[in-house]
């Protein structure tokens, strides 16, 4: 099985920042696509920004320019990097990793707990 844990969520004031980081462990054979997403009440869960093992992203319109993602493949870990933080950003942040266990596997989805990200004066 393949564990995501995350970590670096708060309360921080508009403008301010934070810094959100994953790890992926277990049994790994090899991981696509790392990043994270994000649910604010009421709403569904919606991607932040992800990152290939290539190194191509998908950043989600309204944090571009804000919010910067990075990845360590040789740690399997990711990392999100939230500037200019606005209270519309406050959500659950969500770890999420495609993985597969075995050669033979096909990739599977993983996700972590959670971390709350609140963006209040």
């Known amino acids: 099985q393949v564990q995501v844990v995350e970590s670096g969520g708060g309360l921080v004031q508009p403008g301010g920042s934070l810094r959100l980081s994953c790890a992926a462990s277990g049994s790994i054979f090899s991981m696509d696509a790392m990043g994270w997403y994000g649910q604010a009440p009421g709403k569904q869960r919606e991607l932040v920004a992800r990152?290939?093992?290539?190194?191509?992203?998908d950043i989600a319109d309204s944090v571009k320019g804000r919010f910067t993602i990075s990845r360590d493949n040789a740690k399997n870990t990711v990392t999100l990097q939230m500037n200019s933080l606005k209270p519309e950003d406050t959500a659950v942040y969500y770890c999420?990793?495609?993985?597969?266990?075995?050669?033979?596997?096909?990739?599977?989805?993983?996700w972590g707990q959670g971390t709350q990200v609140t963006v209040s004066s």
């Open positions: 999420n990793t495609n993985a597969r266990t075995t050669r033979w596997d096909p990739l599977r989805d993983y």
């Open positions: 990152m290939s093992s290539t190194g191509n992203t």
